[in-house]
DNA sequence: TAATACATTATATTTATTCTAAACTGTTGA
DNA sequence: TCAACAGTTTAGAATAAATATAATGTATTA
């Protein structure tokens, strides 16, 4: 299947019609080999700078949301003042470089099962997510 | 060493003077057994339901920042529209309930050491933390 | 007390996010 | 062919958490 029909095919299981503005998204998020880490702001910036057209940000959000729903799309919110979002819907793990406000995958097979022993009355776990926080390793200390 | 002494010595560490204000928060935060989990909001409704005194929200976000700098308060972003903060500062993990919005502790003897295979060149981890987000548990599938 | 430093507050500002309503576009069926 | 319709895009307004401002109040110090 070529790109622009996987593209169609995802917004049209998102309940989206396939508009020019929302291909335009999809090729930014799903064009590509590399799963990624984006805020909305870094979406916008990217796709002004790739297009010849222009996208509302009501329609970004818009679009974002649907995926997200979908499942096409997960909302990491790591930040009290902006969220990010990852291309990487597979169950997995991050890092988040401090310095760098950047998150990096950890494949699920990198980490160890993560076995809680604790456990609340009428209640499931349905999710385990991880993440470490990673600072520059400045080796000074002999 | 008593109750207000403790808040004051709290706030003097933290670089504020004990002031009524800034004491009615402390014992809404730490005059307890148990830790707790709290939005701005929250916490806010909390003092004018039990105090006879009015706190502004910049007191209230002001102090709440300057514990957190202190390492009295932890910053949790949940939620892309609010923060929650957490009164256990100790190295923990949690559950969260997303039907009911509430964040539980698990203490860091209730989960496995995490043991993540994956290294980032030139950067070390800082801290592990996992979240586990559970649902009811409607065990009608037989 | 007077001078100074620090606090509190109401209010304004900022900014991510969501909402609204009007203009636009593509599809359908007479 | 084209009118009706459903869905889309957009600019701009609204919302709300968080932060900043600046005036007033309070405590400490000399
Ligand atoms: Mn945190
Ligand atoms: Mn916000
Ligand atoms: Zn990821
Ligand atoms: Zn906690």
Redesign the pocket.
């Known amino acids: 299947m070529a790109y622009a029909e996987q593209f169609i095919d995802k917004l049209r299981k998102s ?3 396939p ?4 291909i335009k998204i999809c090729e930014v998020l799903f064009d590509t080999d590399k799963t990624f880490h984006f ?3 870094e979406l916008v910036k990217i796709i002004e700078n790739q297009a010849n ?7 970004v ?3 974002i ?1 649907a995926f997200i729903k979908k499942g096409y799309l997960k909302e990491i919110p790591l930040n ?4 990010y979002y990852d291309t990487n819907v597979t169950h997995h793990h991050h890092f988040f470089d401090e310095e760098e406000n950047r998150l990096i995958d950890i494949h699920q097979d990198d980490v160890d099962e993560v076995n809680i022993k604790k456990t609340i009355p009428g209640k499931k776990i349905k999710s385990v997510e991880v993440i470490a926080k990673i600072v520059s390793d400045n080796q000074s200390q002999k």
């Open positions: 309940g989206l019609r508009t020019k503005q929302r805020t909305i702001k057209i222009k996208v509302s940000l009501a329609t959000y818009n679009t949301h009290a003042s902006q969220s």
